[in-house]
């Protein structure tokens, strides 16, 4: 049991004993009354998305998953091949399961793979990871804070400093998609 405080995106959680999924977490403090952690999440059976709350001193069930960390291969239409860099045993997964961590796959990300009963029910990806912007506009001295759309090397788009320039390795957030800095 943790606190609904303790709450990560990619836990796997047992509520009125069905299984679900975090896909995301926000902690809202009110002016008036008790804070609140809201979550969004999947019932790994039926795949249906709920949204909840909890009051933040409030004990929700925490699934203990076994986890390994698997190289991402390739895509094959809506199937993401990855491997064990150990046991080079390989597993495929949806495109449904991936759904939050799709913009953040890019040929040997190493990610962690959560599986309950043998069977793969999340990933959770690193806090911060490496791109290299492929394009973006020029780079500028702009206004302190303002941001541009840079194209990152597994195609997605992320918003960056002014002063980036294509080439440049910039390590985003994976949890929010904010740049961090420079990498």
Do not use: W
Request: hydrophobic share 40%; net charge negative.
């Amino acid at each position: 049991m943790i606190t609904a405080t303790q709450v990560r995106v990619g836990y796997i959680l047992k509520l009125d004993n069905v299984l679900y999924r975090v896909l995301k977490v926000q902690h809202i403090t009110p002016g008036k009354g008790n804070a609140q952690v809201q979550a969004d999440i999947r019932n790994l059976k039926t795949g249906i998305k709920n949204n909840v709350r909890f009051r933040s001193v409030e004990s929700v069930e925490k699934i203990d998953a076994d986890e390994r960390t698997m190289s991402f291969l390739y895509q094959e239409g809506s199937i993401y091949h990855f491997m064990d860099p150990k046991t080079y045993e390989q597993v495929e997964l949806s495109a449904a399961l991936l759904e939050e961590a799709l913009p953040y796959l890019k040929p040997e990300a190493l990610i962690t793979v959560l599986s309950c009963e043998g069977q793969p029910v999340s990933i959770t990806l690193p806090q911060k990871m490496s791109f290299t912007v492929v394009e973006c506009d020029p780079a500028s001295k702009g206004i302190a804070g303002a941001l541009k759309d840079a194209k990152v090397d597994n195609g997605t788009m992320f918003k960056v400093p002014m002063f980036i320039r294509p080439g440049d390795a910039v390590l985003i957030d994976t949890e929010t998609g904010d740049y961090l800095e420079k990498g």
